[in-house]
């Protein structure tokens, strides 16, 4: 019977799609499966790394606090050094005093910076003239060597 085959034909084409459902959904199972346990091991291993990384956190506040409270002591410390040293220096120079020699050699802010423009004068005109001295000797030695 020639209908009997297509009957035949339709119903294994049927099954055959109800086998492939049946592996997708197998599949897909599965494939659920493997995501909630990689979503739980990633859970997992995120948690170990946030309590790995607030013990650093720790470690490295605990660290800077001890660094910052010896850095403190050691400038308390120094500063009293330094305090001592300078109520030494001041008993010295008391003990010392102004000698009348020196005192007569002593200039002034103001003498010191007049002074100290007058030597920038002195060497700037000083400069000028040996360019001048040595342009002029070369310009010299040029027209006697060339004939210009």
């Not at 209908?3 to 659920?32: M, Q």
């Not at 013990?55 to 305090?83: C, G, M, P, W």
Request: aromatic share 4%; net charge neutral; glycine share 12%.
């Amino acid at each position: 019977m020639p209908g009997g085959n297509k009957l035949d034909e339709i119903s294994e084409a049927i099954g055959g799609l109800r086998a492939a459902v049946r592996e997708l959904i197998r599949r897909a199972d599965r494939s659920d499966e493997t995501g909630e346990s990689r979503h739980r091991e990633n859970q997992s291993a995120l948690g170990d790394m946030r309590q790995g990384m607030q013990v650093a956190i720790s470690d490295l506040r605990d660290a800077s606090n001890r660094r910052y409270e010896e850095t403190a002591h050691a400038i308390a410390e120094l500063t009293l050094e330094v305090k001592s040293q300078g109520d030494k220096l001041e008993e010295h120079a008391r003990g010392i005093g102004t000698r009348p020699d020196l005192a007569a050699l002593s200039i002034g802010r103001g003498k010191l910076m007049l002074l100290a423009g007058l030597g920038m004068v002195t060497l700037t005109l000083l400069g000028w003239a040996l360019q001048f001295s040595f342009q002029w000797l070369i310009q010299q030695l040029l027209k006697m060597k060339f004939g210009g």
